[in-house]
């Protein structure tokens, strides 16, 4: 059965007192040129303290090195949001990264795979490094646009909002259903999700994973990067006045040893005058599936291929965000699914631009160096029908 997608799913408005307890968990790095924007970086900065989150940014460092165009991206790493702001100037590039500050600050959130929110000033003046920058950005994410110091905090204060309220409602998977939970609760042993449902169909799979006689039906739960077996314990649902369906699912986890550290998933192995781990292993067949790329000839894949995805991914129709949602829980469950990947820390896909769609994953994997779990990542194009 293909899946079926809650298309008309929304993420859910936080309480002030939600938001709020999400905003006392986030560091939000401000990355922009100095000089100009200065100012903004101010107001911002006094804008995101107000909300309760903390703010990251230059001037607030001290006692460091006095030049203000170093990229501190070590205040990158102990972020959870980048906020950049552009405008007509690049800045002046570093050496050693080839980059502006700003680029090179950029770039790492992209790795660590941080929430990205980026705002524009006067896109039709800006330089040609600073445009070739913005086109960067764009390819994995949507931009904003601002005219003034107010018009900026206005939007950047309903982004971090926004951001609250996809935090705290997850898209998830569940067997076949695709839903924009309300809240997913789990305390290692039982996991209860919530949410609001408009399909007909997505209500008719969740409602079919109620327990017979015979027990509760045995799915999979993916979400935020994980991925788990459950056992389906209760499916309540309740008729609203609007055109939704609230929904409340009770789980047991089931067995997850298959997903810990088998001995196939944390060895190397020889072939030919090449040594793999597991981890390179995960890497070539995912190769395999999202770029049409060969394996090298003769190599089997020790332990099983991931299961090929790709076959349930939307059509073109669904907007773009949406099937950014779908992708990155169809590559987590695979990859968990499979032994191949502990959890996933992001999994980027672009709208269909020259050649296909841009894809950008990481992930923690199994091959254990010197006692720490290693981060696996790939990047390249999907073909996709013309």
Not at 147 to 166: F, G, I, P, Q, Y
Request: with cysteine; glycine share 10%.
């Amino acid at each position: 059965m293909t899946i079926q997608i809650d298309q008309s799913g929304t993420a859910h408005r936080p309480d002030p007192a939600s938001f709020a307890s999400w905003a006392s968990d986030q560091r939000v790095f401000i990355s922009s040129t100095m000089g100009a924007l200065t100012p903004l970086r101010g107001a911002l900065a006094n804008a995101i303290a107000d909300l309760g989150a903390y703010p990251v940014w230059f001037e607030d460092f001290g006692g460091r090195d006095d030049d203000a165009e170093v990229a501190y991206l070590g205040e990158v790493a102990t972020s959870t949001i980048y906020l950049g702001i552009l405008g007509r100037e690049y800045g002046r590039i570093d050496k050693a990264q080839r980059l502006s500050a700003t680029h090179a600050e950029y770039r790492e959130a992209e790795r660590l795979g941080l929430p990205v929110s980026v705002w524009v000033q006067q896109e039709e003046d800006m330089l040609a490094d600073e445009f070739n920058f913005l086109s960067e950005v764009r390819l994995f994410h949507t931009t904003g646009s601002f005219t003034d110091e107010s018009d900026l905090v206005s939007k950047v204060s309903r982004r971090l909002e926004a951001m609250c309220a996809e935090a705290v409602s997850p898209w998830a998977k569940l067997g076949d259903a695709v839903i924009r939970a309300r809240d997913i609760t789990d305390d290692g042993r039982r996991v209860v999700l919530r949410a609001a449902v408009h399909s007909r169909d997505v209500l008719a799979i969740l409602e079919g994973l109620r327990p017979t006689n015979f027990g509760g039906r045995e799915v999979r739960l993916t979400w935020a990067g994980r991925s788990v077996p459950v056992r389906v314990t209760d499916v309540t649902t309740t008729t609203t006045a609007s055109r939704s369906t609230a929904v409340v699912i009770e789980m047991q986890r089931g067995d997850t040893s298959s997903g810990g550290s088998p001995f196939g998933m944390t060895a190397s192995f020889s072939f030919g005058t090449s040594t793999y781990t597991s981890d390179d292993l995960a890497v070539l067949d995912m190769r395999r599936l999202l770029f049409q790329e060969e394996l090298p000839s003769g190599l089997h894949i020790f332990g099983g291929s991931i299961h090929d995805f790709t076959v349930d991914l939307p059509g073109r129709a669904v907007p773009t965000a949406l099937y950014q949602a779908v992708f990155a829980l169809l590559a987590t469950e695979a990859l968990v699914e499979s032994g191949r990947a502990m959890h996933v820390e992001s999994a980027q896909i672009s709208p269909v631009g020259p050649g296909g769609r841009r894809i950008r994953l990481a992930w923690v994997g199994h091959t254990d160096r010197g006692g720490r779990r290693t981060r696996v990542s790939l990047d390249g194009v999907m073909p996709v029908d013309s």
